[in-house]
């Protein structure tokens, strides 16, 4: 049985924009939270019945994990853009070959990563300085995760598909079949078996199996132009050279940032474990703002790449400005009530441990409460890759995130007086409000010669 285009797929080219993007937008922050949530049924899994070590062991893989995988989930950004281009501007035969190209190079890659993943976890996890008590557990932790890499990729990459043909409810519907068996195992295998990390890992690679046979079966039943054919299935080197032209910076930014990250949780780690569970349970919890924030981006970027496809620059502006608007509300709200139960939540975390509650309050005030400022920067950048570009909006923050973070850590949290976890997360302001300034300067270059285009 076919499914045809219906009431689940917003029109981005047409139409109010406030309520067209609010409706397009609940959903993937729905989606993104429901992840959080049941990535972080790990952490209180294994923190209510294993104890702030295990919290600490899994936390420790997660920004070697991000670092690993951004450049290729920065592919289906690439995915997401030159399809939202093509529908927008109605060329049916591009989606084709973004779709059945798009598919065997996400299998390609997740082969060749979860490989790589596995083969090297417990020497990148030494490198990070990760403590001798938990390096064991967050090795063998990050070996089975790595395993299932090839069905996360697959699931990224043909969500971003259905995402640029106006399709958020799909996405958030498979996450969250596969998030509710996550949770159910991880109880199962935790208390009933008596299994520690390698359990929730288990967990996690079968519930994005799950959720990937969802979101490929929803293509195969499709009966639009994004439809997926097994038959049609090849790498057409045009496209894929598009989707690499505005992926692959987008992946090298993303890398670079977990470069970045790397580098502060290896300064993190020399905090002690109690630092490295705080830390770790802290970036789960303010990870929910950032969904927020991170949702206007993938709506900003659908919405303007249609919106150019159709070659209706004039709407471009309000986009980002509506966009902007409702993240500000959002994250504000979010942050607002993170930072006021922020010890009730930590809380659910870690049991045993209150230094790292302590260590981990910090964190989630001096990060969420001008989380805002990021989510201004991710919408910004949204919109010029939805206009075509990736390599300038990758510079820019590769130097004003990453730069600005790198030098900080070197230079003044070096300093005695200085070294302390709130000079390391002053960090990150005063590397948003730059990226910020370089994004706009960006932003109105380049919708000033789409335009100058246009007319010609």
Known sequence: ??????????????????????????????TGILQLLFNAADLMVIGNFRGSDSVAAVGATGSITVLLTSLLIGMATGVGVIAAQALGAKDNDSVGRVVHTATPVALICGITLGTIGVVFAE???????TPETILPKSALYMRICFSGTVFSLVYNFAA???????????????????????????????????MNVEGVAIATITSQAISCFLVINRLLRVDEEWKLEFKKIKIDLKTLGKIIRV??????????????????????????????????????????TYIVMNAFYQTSLNFTGQNVGAGKIERVGKIMRTSMFTMFFGAVIMSGLICIFSRQLLGIYI????????????????????????????????????MGAS???????????????????????????????????LSYSVSWVACIIGHFICFKILKNRLTKQLRQ
């Open 123 to 129: 020497p990148l996890l030494s490198m990070m300085d």
């Open 160 to 194: 971003a598909i259905l995402r640029a043909s106006g399709d958020t409810k799909g996405p958030l519907t498979y996450l969250t079949i596969g998030g509710i068996t996550n949770v159910v195992l991880n109880v199962i295998f935790v208390t009933v078996f008596h």
């Open 247 to 288: 992926g692959l910076p987008a992946g090298i930014q993303s890398s670079v940032f977990a470069l970045s990250n790397v580098i502060i949780q290896s300064s993190v780690n020399s905090f002690g474990a109690s630092a490295v569970a705080g830390n770790a349970a802290a970036a789960n919890i303010d990870g929910f």
């Open 1 to 30: 049985m076919s499914l045809r285009k219906g009431k689940t797929n917003i029109n981005m080219t047409d139409g109010p924009l406030l309520s067209n993007i609010i409706r397009y937008t609940i959903p993937i922050i729905l």
């Open 351 to 386: 049991t045993d441990d209150a230094a790292a509650i302590e260590i981990g309050v910090v964190r989630l005030m001096w990060l969420g409460i001008p989380y805002f400022i990021c989510g201004m920067q991710e919408i910004m950048v949204g919109t010029i890759r939805g």
């Open 391 to 425: 390599v300038a909006p990758m510079i820019i923050s590769i130097l004003g995130v990453c730069g600005i973070r790198i030098v900080w850590i070197f230079t003044i949290f070096a300093l005695p007086q200085y070294h302390s976890m709130q000079s390391l997360y």
